[in-house]
């Protein structure tokens, strides 16, 4: 999810919920303690030089259970940051705590933010002599084919 898309969805909701990807929620009384322009700068495995830039946002639970988070105040925080960071629409990626801190993606399903899983992935497979997964191709059983 980019930043623009966010703002949007923040505009149209009344409370924010971030869902982690087993199910559980993230407590309600959740801080967004930073909002940042990270830039990784690299060379991958085949020897180019690549460049990506993400927004991410750190959220945190305390010990303040009546502390909420809206909408509204989210947005603020973001324009803030977009200000005063010289952010773009760049793609968001979320930081929570769990038994180290987890690194996420961000969807939404209508109702509450999606922190989905992220993955390692080489760039580069070509180089590297990683052949490419074969597409499935659609299998289809006809009288005489052999396959039923």
Same mark, same amino acid.
């Given at each position: 999810?980019?930043? %623009?898309?966010?703002? +949007?969805?923040?505009?149209?909701?009344?409370?924010?919920?971030?869902?982690?990807? !087993?199910?559980?929620?993230?407590?309600?009384?959740?801080?967004?303690?930073?909002?940042?322009?990270?830039?990784?700068?690299?060379? #991958? =495995?085949?020897?180019?030089?690549?460049?990506?830039?993400?927004?991410?946002?750190?959220?945190? #639970?305390? !010990?303040?259970?009546?502390?909420?988070?809206?909408?509204?105040?989210?947005? &603020?925080?973001?324009?803030? %940051?977009?200000?005063?960071?010289?952010?773009?629409?760049?793609?968001?990626?979320?930081?929570?705590?769990?038994?180290?801190?987890? +690194?996420?993606?961000?969807?939404? &399903?209508?109702?509450?933010?999606?922190?989905?899983?992220?993955?390692?992935? =080489?760039?580069?497979? #070509?180089?590297?002599?990683?052949?490419?997964?074969?597409?499935?191709?659609?299998?289809?059983?006809?009288?005489?084919?052999? =396959? =039923?």
């Amino acid at each position: 999810m980019k930043l %623009s898309e966010i703002v +949007k969805i923040l505009g149209e909701l009344k409370q924010i919920e971030f869902k982690l990807p !087993n199910g559980e929620l993230v407590p309600e009384h959740f801080h967004v303690t930073e909002i940042g322009k990270i830039t990784k700068h690299f060379i #991958d =495995c085949g020897g180019t030089v690549r460049n990506e830039e993400v927004v991410n946002f750190q959220l945190w #639970d305390a !010990n303040d259970y009546n502390h909420r988070l809206h909408p509204e105040k989210l947005v &603020d925080i973001i324009e803030l %940051s977009k200000n005063k960071l010289n952010i773009g629409d760049l793609e968001i990626e979320v930081e929570f705590q769990g038994e180290t801190i987890n +690194k996420f993606g961000l969807d939404f &399903d209508g109702t509450s933010f999606l922190l989905t899983n992220k993955h390692t992935d =080489c760039l580069a497979k #070509d180089s590297c002599g990683v052949e490419p997964e074969p597409k499935q191709e659609e299998i289809s059983c006809t009288p005489g084919g052999g =396959c =039923c």
